[in-house]
């Protein structure tokens, strides 16, 4: 990127898909860019902060549940109050709230790994959409966008295909085909790489409460890393690490 001249044992960082060296003034500019193009999710949030994990969820959680109370008193006029009290939280709405917890607790988690050769971004939005995601997490050797997830069941990958047939993998979590996850982590990743560059830019799926085994379980897909939350926090520990 800038020319400079990287002779054998210089400390550097490798790109495999392009087989080229970057220096690692140029790999640090480059990640810093990121907190400026991806703006927090929040409004009143300022650009220089990493942002709240899970805000985006918990407002949209908020707002359902609103809407969801209005009716029921609109529906029951003076016995409004009781049926909200008395009514089950819709599935649509409980969804959200789901989903902001996972991503909160995930937060929390690379929040405590932050510092010197890690940073970590929060629900930052994607330029020209109202669509975000969950982490970014900035390291010396390349940059991982994280999406949190809080599903029940076990993730697993199933190939189908081989030798006659196309080669097929899906993402299963329990009996659920959640492909299109991967799919959206892949779309992330696409986003950050053309805002920064030339940066490793890894996308990862993260399970919040899953039925994760005692040992292992954690795999990858169409370069996806699909793992725990405990094994996401390993992961940026030796990424920030990597030299």
């Known amino acids: 990127m800038c020319g400079t001249s990287l002779p054998a044992g210089?400390?550097?960082?490798?790109?495999?898909?392009?087989?080229?060296?970057?220096c690692?003034?140029?790999?640090?500019?480059?990640?810093?860019s990121t907190s400026h193009d991806l703006e927090p999710a929040c409004e009143a949030l300022p650009a220089n902060e990493s942002g709240v994990a899970g805000s985006s969820a918990r407002r949209e959680y908020?707002?359902?549940?609103?809407?969801d109370e209005e009716k029921l008193r609109e529906k029951w006029g003076p016995f409004g109050g009781i049926a909200v009290v008395l009514s089950d939280e819709r599935q649509s709405t409980k969804s959200w709230d789901r989903g902001?917890?996972?991503?909160?607790?995930?937060g929390a988690r690379l929040d405590a790994l932050a510092a010197d050769g890690l940073a970590v971004l929060h629900d930052r939005r994607i330029p020209g959409s109202k669509a975000n995601i969950d982490h970014i997490a900035i390291t010396r050797s390349g940059i991982w966008v994280i999406d949190a997830k809080r599903y029940k069941?076990?993730?697993?990958?199933?190939?189908?295909?081989?030798?006659?047939?196309?080669?097929?993998e899906k993402l299963l979590v329990g009996r659920r085909d959640c492909t299109k996850l991967v799919d959206g982590v892949l779309k992330q990743v696409d986003v950050v790489r053309d805002l920064i560059g030339d940066v490793p830019v890894t996308g990862a799926l993260c399970f919040v409460d899953a039925d994760w085994p005692l040992i292992g379980g954690a795999f990858s897909t169409h370069g996806v890393h699909v793992l725990a939350e405990t094994a996401g926090k390993s992961a940026c520990r030796r990424a920030r690490r990597r030299r």
Not at 62 to 67: D, M, P, Q
């Open 153 to 168: 069941g076990r993730p697993e990958l199933k190939i189908e295909g081989g030798i006659f047939r196309p080669r097929v």
């Open 24 to 32: 690692l003034e140029c790999a640090t500019e480059a990640a810093e």
């Open 100 to 106: 902001a917890i996972g991503e909160e607790r995930l």
């Open 62 to 67: 908020e707002r359902r549940k609103a809407k």
């Open 10 to 22: 210089t400390e550097a960082i490798y790109e495999s898909e392009t087989k080229t060296v970057r």
